[in-house]
């Protein structure tokens, strides 16, 4: 079964940093790019970051741009989204989703077309009061 699942979410103070951390099981991150995804009560999910799959090239919303870094740990099967300098608009569910293939080696999908996206988790909420 092919599985992701996030942590690391949780309440922090305003520019204060989390850690998440998505972790693949049942198959292998190598050929696969991965995305972050945000979603706030009322709000349209939203792409936040993506990496592909050989880690060589990142994507990052402006809203995000210069606070959050994402990586990926082959070795360990797993992405992560450093957040760092985090604002209540922050607060949302992450999700993380994999893409499959060698089309995505260098480059990532777009995070506005979630079709190409394999596998999902299930989400960890990060909430950062105002």
């Known amino acids: 079964q092919l599985q992701l699942v996030e942590s690391g979410g949780g309440l922090v103070q305003p520019g204060r940093s989390l850690r998440l951390s998505c972790k693949a099981s049942?198959?292998?991150?190598?050929?696969?790019?991965v995305a972050w995804f945000r979603q706030s009560p009322g709000k349209e999910r939203e792409g936040v970051s993506s990496i592909s799959a050989r880690g060589v090239s990142t994507y990052y919303v402006n809203s995000v741009k210069g606070r959050f870094t994402i990586s990926k740990d082959n070795a360990e099967n797993s992405v992560y989204l450093q957040m760092n300098s985090l604002r209540p608009e922050d607060t949302a569910v992450y999700f993380c989703a994999a893409a499959y293939g060698s089309s995505w080696y260098f480059q990532p999908p777009s995070v506005t077309e979630e079709s190409h996206y394999d596998v999902w988790g299930r989400g960890t909420q990060v909430t950062v009061p105002s």
């Open positions: 049942g198959f292998s991150l190598d050929h696969y790019a």
